[in-house]
T-cell receptor, first 115, second 112 residues
């Protein structure tokens, strides 16, 4: 079946540094990928829609200059958390599907801890 | 604005019992998903429901969808400890079938 790979699984960084998270569709092409954030014991909140070859679409309240999304190919989207602060500590999950009519596959998630 | 509400949010039950988790949503949608999440892990897809009256079953879990009532249920039959997890329903927004709004999640604990 289709697999979405996310890397790294966890990262610890110092406040003020930037962290890049990768999301890859391993056996299919994904023109659209989605990035979610999940705080402890809470639900998933959509951050942005990543579109191959064009700018990402951000949800209300998500700072596009802080959470940089690049979808340079049909199999790779990256989320960069710039100038990370402790309040950015969260579980970040990406998702993708082959087409609009197929089910979504989720990456394994990235636990970000900012010290 | 699409809103998705689950209840209960917490559920502790004994093995062998049956129970139902409810998922209500506020606006029309053409698909609804159920996911399972174990602590520290990502989401595991359980069911996708695409039409009114749809019913899907896998093992001890059965999901149904009533689009007129904007309600989906996840029924657990003869619960076993391995089903302990957090269960999320998610509804596709009108802006795209893949753009999902998640419920709050139901944390299910099954005790021996």
């Amino acid at each position: 079946g289709a697999v979405v790979s996310q890397h790294p699984s966890w990262v610890i960084c110092k406040s003020g540094t930037s962290v890049k998270i990768e999301c890859r569709s391993l056996d299919f092409q994904a023109t659209t990928m989605f990035w979610y954030r999940q705080f402890p014991k809470q639900s998933l909140m959509l951050m942005a829609t990543s579109n191959e070859g064009s700018k990402a679409t951000y949800e209300q309240g998500v700072e596009k200059d802080k959470f940089l999304i690049n979808h340079a190919s049909l199999t790779l989207s990256t989320l960069t958390v710039t100038s990370a602060h402790p309040e950015d500590s969260s579980f970040y999950i990406c998702s993708a599907s082959r087409s609009d009519n197929e089910k979504l596959f989720f990456g394994s998630g990235t636990q970000l801890s900012v010290l | 604005e699409l809103k998705v509400e689950q209840n209960p949010l917490f559920l502790s039950m004994q093995e062998g019992k049956n129970y139902t988790i409810y998922c209500n949503y506020s606006t029309t949608s053409d698909r609804l998903y159920w996911y399972r999440q174990d602590p520290g892990k990502s989401l595991e897809s359980l069911f996708v429901l695409l039409s009114n009256g749809a019913v899907k079953q896998e093992g001890r879990l059965m999901a149904s969808l009533d689009t007129k009532a904007r309600l989906s249920t996840l029924h657990i039959t003869a619960a076993v400890h391995d089903l302990s997890a957090t269960y999320f329903c998610a509804v596709a927004s009108f802006q795209g079938a893949q753009k999902l709004v998640f419920g709050q999640g139901t944390r299910l604990t099954i005790n021996p």
